[in-house]
């Protein structure tokens, strides 16, 4: 499996945009993966766009500092 590490600061409108065209690359080529998004810290809505995705997506994960 292949772990993509997102760094994700203060990017709360590309959380889903990220996650859909980098999960869809991924399947397409039948490669196993998980996205993780890092929220280091953000001010914006970033985390909540995470935690939406992670709803959405079986291959997407967060992590929040």
Same mark, same amino acid.
């Given at each position: 499996m292949m772990s993509v590490v997102i760094?994700?600061?203060n990017? /709360?409108?590309m959380i889903a945009k990220?996650?859909?065209v980098i999960g869809q690359l991924l399947d397409?080529?039948?490669?196993a993966? /998980?996205?993780?998004?890092v929220d280091d810290g953000s001010k914006d809505?970033?985390?909540t766009a995470v935690e939406q995705?992670?709803?959405q997506r079986?291959?997407?994960r967060g992590v929040r500092f």
């Open positions: 760094p994700a600061y990017e /709360e409108a990220a996650a859909a397409d080529r039948g490669i993966h /998980e996205l993780i998004f809505g970033t985390w995705a992670a709803g079986s291959d997407v």
